[in-house]
Nanobody, 123 residues
Framework: QVQLVESGGGLMQAGGSLRLSCAASGRTFSSGAMGWFRQAPGKEREFVAAIRWTGINTYYTGSVQGRFTISRDNAKNTVYLQMNSLKPEDTAVYYC????????????????WGQGTRVTVSS
């Protein structure tokens, strides 16, 4: 089992920045990927960003490209999501996820999930 714990959410004004963290524990793995998804009220969970656990490959959904940056610290088993130039439409619960195989932007493909951290962006 893999346990994922997110932190760093909160309330921010539009244009501001937040950094989310996701600490992984338990049975971690050197292959696969870590990712961030978000779910706004009344909407389906959507892919935000992912990073391979080894190598340099990162992936982003179009609406956050250029504003969000995903990174990792393998020594700490932690993945980060730096969110800049926040917009009200970024308001959602953000979930960290882990997948044992190749990254996918389909939530159902991911194997492990955190409990989520809420991000609210005011206009």
């Amino acid at each position: 089992q893999v346990q994922l714990v997110e932190s760093g959410g909160g309330l921010m004004q539009a244009g501001g920045s937040l950094r989310l963290s996701c600490a992984a524990s338990g049975r971690t793995f050197s292959s696969g990927a870590m990712g961030w998804f978000r779910q706004a009220p009344g909407k389906e969970r959507e892919f935000v960003a992912a990073i391979r656990w080894t190598g340099i490959n990162t992936y982003y959904t179009g609406s956050v490209q250029g504003r969000f940056t995903i990174s990792r610290d393998n020594a700490k088993n932690t993945v980060y999501l730096q969110m800049n130039s926040l917009k009200p439409e970024d308001t959602a619960v953000y979930y960290c996820a882990a997948i044992r195989t190749y990254y996918s932007n389909y939530p159902g493909s991911w194997d492990y999930w955190g409990q989520g951290t809420r991000v609210t962006v005011s206009s």
